[in-house]
């Protein structure tokens, strides 16, 4: 999705709003742009695809900038109009006086349009983000006041919204201001910055202020002011930020998902530090803050989330059933705020997103909210929108991930959910303890069967070759491992563009056996002294008999295997209700692999944004 910078300060302007953007590449987009003040005008560069070609159009305009002061810088994912020059940002006022960069979406842009139209501004793109700039100038001109042009402006959009402005008749000031979008103030000595995610300022400061919704900040190189909406000026918390610059290095892997699958094992070890190291000690989930009293009674919950984070519902709703008995409704939450629900002041509404920004998924636990639920959010950003909703709130402390394909964001959702699972049992005593010491003995092993997988991927290099000419996947599980199959196939799908379905196995024969023949290898996931082993193996064999070609991914060691599959990749033993932390590693690398054979950019793949705040 689209990413902001402002900068104000000592360093070389053009250079650090571009290390800013770069740091918000990830996200995903399909232009670039920033407006430069210079030595009394402002200057425009846009460029169309990757970050490099906004470089390379800078430096060879290099001598056009003499003293650059200050700046914006933005990249655009589109949502209104193409994907063109005149459509990337910044856009202009009429007059080319007034700058906006703009991540969100103006619900009323049209019939603000047609007004500002009819007052004589000529627009040139098909945005929403071009009224903003002829609507800020049209106050302006009222005025002479940038904020105050900005505040009044803002009051009449309707949707969401981060939005930088600069005008070049007051030269040293940036003005942002928010609403349903993220958005920050980095605070340095002789410079700040205003951004719309931590990474595009955490290589200069560590120092931070949130904008709540409906505040404006103004930045010079020495100066913040936040106000609200009435103009009051508010004093805000400076917070110190929870990341590290080296969390945007690749630290010499090829790719940053290759690095973030990687450090699966570590970040596991770290979701589980403090809050599981002892079988004999009930869990430690103090973050969840219901009274337990309530969580006894507790007898519905419904989990939220898109993508793979909920494929981690869905597993979450697997074990929170078995181990606590509590019934569990998973939803995408784009789906969720269409239905009524029948969620109340009983229900436990869990909230599931890596980033935390996720617009379908935020308007869903307002939805929840408002009907007065409890809202439990696990999230590996605790600086999001989303934690600020937060009732109870459990990071996932993956750390920041870079690569569009959530990898070892995901794993840590599942020990999360692991976790809460395990103490919502404990809380009831529904379950007995000796069976939870077994599973939580299992789960501190966890992150040492997962380094058994990552020290030796020449079996899953091979797989991938073998298979990376195939156009269609079908990859079949049963019972806690459906999701596994589903993530499996959405990794594929994202990073390799291969059409690949996860499928339940039971399901095959009901109708998707019919596409099944040699050009479509069946991926099945079995773990032995499971329930569901001997049923994917049956089905397995009547994809065999289709004439498809077999993976297995499995601990078995039954020789048997290899008549059936043409590749077995392995993980080590573990409990069938713990697999999905092992069973999703292979199939993380398994397309990434794929991807990197068939030269496909895997850390930014084509259409794809890393957090997806609008609806
Ligand atoms: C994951 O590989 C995807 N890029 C995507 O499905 C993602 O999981 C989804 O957009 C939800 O994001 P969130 O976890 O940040 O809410």
Redesign the pocket.
């Known amino acids: 999705m689209c990413g902001i910078i402002g900068y104000a300060g000592f360093r070389d302007v053009v250079s650090t709003i571009l290390q800013g953007l770069t740091n918000l590449e990830y996200r995903g987009y399909d232009s670039a742009g920033m407006a430069i003040q210079d030595n009394g005008k402002i200057k425009i560069y846009k460029t169309l695809g990757k970050l490099i070609n906004l470089k390379n159009e800078l430096e060879m305009k290099r001598n056009e900038l003499k003293h650059p002061a200050l700046g914006i810088g933005h990249i655009r994912w589109a949502t209104h109009g193409s994907p063109s020059l005149v459509n990337a940002h910044p856009h202009t006022c009429t007059c080319g006086r007034l700058v906006v960069v703009h991540n969100g979406i103006i619900e009323n842009y049209k019939e603000l349009r047609e007004e500002l139209i009819k007052k004589g501004c000529k627009f040139r793109s098909q945005t929403d983000t071009e009224t903003i700039a002829h609507l800020v100038a049209d106050e302006f001109s009222k005025t002479k006041d940038l904020e105050a042009a900005v505040r009044n402006s803002v009051k009449k959009l309707q949707g969401a919204y981060a939005i930088c402005v600069m005008h070049q008749d007051v030269p040293n000031i940036i003005v942002g201001a928010r609403k349903h979008a993220p958005m920050l103030v980095g605070v340095g000595e002789g410079e700040n910055f205003i951004a719309s995610d931590t990474p595009a300022i955490i290589e200069y400061t560590k120092k931070a202020i949130y904008l709540d919704d409906n505040q404006i900040a103004v930045i010079t190189k020495d100066n913040v002011k936040i106000t609200d909406v009435k103009g009051n000026e508010i004093k805000k918390k400076v917070e110190v930020l929870p990341w590290e610059p080296m969390a945007l290095s690749k630290m010499g892997y090829k790719h940053f998902m290759l690095k973030e699958i990687h450090e699966q094992p570590d970040v596991i070890r770290n979701s589980l530090n403090g809050k599981l190291f002892d079988i004999d000690a009930p869990v430690n989930l103090k973050e969840v803050k219901l009274d337990k009293s309530i969580l006894k009674k507790l007898n519905k919950i419904e989990i939220i ?5 909920l494929h981690a519902a869905m597993v979450g709703k697997y074990i929170i059933e078995n181990f606590a008995e509590i019934s569990v409704d998973v939803e995408a939450s784009s789906e969720y705020i269409y239905r009524k629900t029948t969620t109340n002041s009983s229900t436990l509404v869990v909230g ?7 617009a379908d ?1 935020i308007t869903a636990i307002k939805q929840a909210k408002e009907k007065g639920a409890h809202v439990l959010i696990i999230t590996n950003r605790p600086d999001s929108n989303m934690a600020r909703l937060a009732d109870s709130l459990i990071p996932v402390n993956a750390g920041i991930e870079v690569s ?3 990898t070892k ?1 995901y794993t840590a959702q599942l020990i999360s959910f692991y976790l809460l699972a395990v103490h919502l049992a404990e809380i009831k005593g529904c379950i007995e303890s000796s069976y939870l010491k077994n599973i939580k003995h299992e789960l501190i092993q966890i992150p040492t069967k997962i380094e058994e997988i990552l020290s030796d991927t020449t079996a899953i290099q091979e797989c991938a070759k073998k298979f990376s000419s195939y156009k269609n996947f079908i990859y079949i599980a049963r019972g806690v491992n459906l999701p596994t199959a589903l993530e499996g196939a ?2 594929l799908k ?1 990073i390799s563009y291969i059409n690949a379905t996860g499928y339940a196995a039971g399901e095959l024969k009901h109708g998707p056996i019919a596409m099944l023949d040699e050009t479509m290898p069946v991926l099945s996931i079995m773990v032995p002294g499971g329930i569901t082993y001997e049923k994917v193996l049956s089905n397995s064999e009547e994809a065999k008999a289709r004439n498809a070609k077999l993976i297995a991914l499995t601990s078995s060691s039954d020789k048997e295997l290899n008549n059936l599959f043409d590749v077995i990749l392995k993980v080590p033993h573990v409990n069938e209700i713990l697999s999905p932390v092992l069973t999703c590693v292979p199939l993380q690398l398994l397309a990434y692999y794929i991807a990197e054979f068939l030269g496909k950019d895997v850390d930014q793949p084509r259409n ?1 944004a ?3 705040t609008v609806e």
């Open positions: 989330a898109c993508g793979t984070s599931v997103s890596q980033s935390g920004e996720t998924t569009v394909a959530a964001s959405l990794k994202e794809l890393k957090s997806v």
